[in-house]
């Protein structure tokens, strides 16, 4: 196995950590055949939804990153400018950008100063959404559909200026999010149905007709593939059809029941001939094709949840799952899908950064053991670093010890 290679070296550690037939997804940064080699060897050992159509996760933070990224191309040789005035050492997030920019705003000329600010504006405005959801720790999926469509309506807007110099801008980078958008539309939208606060509207606000006809459609076809496999580990856990202690009774047990079975029978028919009896079954008929909803549609049909502070769509699905037992694993894996491999202040990066090497050659019990730690360690607690120097420095730390 050559572990100079992405995909052998993910392929490893699922099979190091025996999780070859639970992976739903793969969530990378940037294009390539990394995610379809990995869900070929998947596929062998078990049943993706839709066929792996949902396998690779492209990582929003990503293309967040590119689409700005693209915007500041546009300013270049000012940006270079500034550097080389200034001597900038500062780290490549965007975010930073507009800042390293602002501060140097009186040396550029007029035309320069004008670029800038509206390269500033966009890029501020979308650090602005973004802001809201990279803060979390780790965002659920549901979380990144409302705030792409907000990105999504402000480029739009922007692509309409009079300004052409704003309107290609826009455009340029509306391109990268439309590709995205085109390539995530089912696991967004997925993931969002899946919050009590959005569901089918939210979707058609954001999804053309036929675009949101499509993705319920998706949602159907992965939802019964969840109820065929909830009614095969019931039949397997199932009693058989026949009633305790049967084959234990003699003969004539077994002819006394059999009378006994027949005599009902012929009972039943006889009510059923009843008009009064017809009746009654033709008046409950609807409310029996109710009772027959499934989870899905019952979800589907109540009202959505009004937005509240610090709601967990975890937590309520957690409450829910007796009420919906089989949407509620279906919820449970597509909840926990990433959609951004970074979160907090990593998820501005413009360039790529190689992976500690230390952290790679580690095996499972040792990485284990190191997580469950730096948990202990750190908690919950807010720090001023970014995730990932906080690993370096705790790993590090343990190196030491």
Same mark, same amino acid.
């Given at each position: 196995m050559n572990m100079d290679l992405p995909s052998e070296a993910i392929l490893k550690s699922l099979k190091e950590y025996d999780i070859e037939t639970k992976i739903l997804s793969l969530t990378a940064a940037g294009t390539g055949d990394l995610a379809d080699i990995v869900k070929e060897n998947v596929q062998e050992r078990s049943k993706l939804p839709m066929n792996g159509k949902l396998f690779h996760v492209h990582c929003s933070s990503d293309i967040i990153s590119r689409m700005v990224k693209k915007g500041f191309e546009e300013i270049d040789e000012i940006i270079d400018k500034v550097k080389l005035l200034g001597g900038s050492k500062s780290p490549p997030l965007w975010n930073l950008t507009s800042s390293m920019l602002s501060d140097a705003f009186t040396k550029f000329s007029k035309k320069e100063r004008?670029? %800038?600010?509206?390269?500033?504006e966009i890029a501020d405005r979308i650090y602005e959404i973004t802001e809201a959801l990279f803060e979390f720790k780790r965002p659920t999926p549901n979380l990144f559909l409302p705030h792409l469509q907000e990105i999504r309506a402000y480029l739009v807007q922007e692509l309409g200026s009079s300004d052409t110099f704003v309107s290609l801008v826009a455009q340029k980078m509306l391109a990268i999010l439309n590709k995205y958008w085109d390539d995530m539309c089912v696991v967004l939208s997925i993931t969002a149905l899946l919050d009590p606060r959005y569901k089918r509207k939210f979707i058609e606000l954001c999804l053309s007709d036929s675009r949101a006809t499509t993705v319920l459609r998706n949602l159907c076809q992965v939802y019964d593939g969840? %109820?065929?496999?909830?009614?095969?580990?019931?039949?397997?856990?199932?009693?058989?059809?026949?009633?305790?202690?049967?084959?234990?009774?003699?003969?004539d047990e077994d002819e006394k029941r059999s009378r006994r079975h027949a005599n009902k029978k012929l009972r039943n028919n006889r009510l059923e001939n009843l008009n009064v009896v017809k009746e009654y079954f033709q008046s409950v008929q609807s409310e029996d094709d109710e009772s027959q909803w499934s989870d899905l549609d019952l979800y589907l049909e109540e009202p959505v949840l009004p937005q509240m502070e610090n709601f967990s769509v975890l937590h309520w699905w957690k409450e829910n799952e007796f009420k919906y037992p089989q949407l509620s694993r279906m919820a449970r894996d597509f909840l926990a899908i990433p959609l951004s491999v970074a979160t907090h202040s990593d998820a501005y990066y413009t360039e790529p950064r190689e992976a500690d090497w230390r952290l790679l050659s580690l095996k499972p019990e040792l990485m284990n053991a190191l997580k469950c730690t730096r948990s202990w360690k750190f908690g919950y607690v807010k720090s001023n670093i970014s995730s990932s120097e906080a690993q370096q420095n705790f790993f590090a730390a343990v190196m030491r010890s």
């Open positions: 004008e670029k %800038v600010r509206k390269i500033c969840y %109820v065929v496999q909830c009614d095969q580990k019931e039949y397997l856990l199932s009693d058989s059809s026949t009633e305790s202690g049967e084959d234990d009774e003699d003969g």
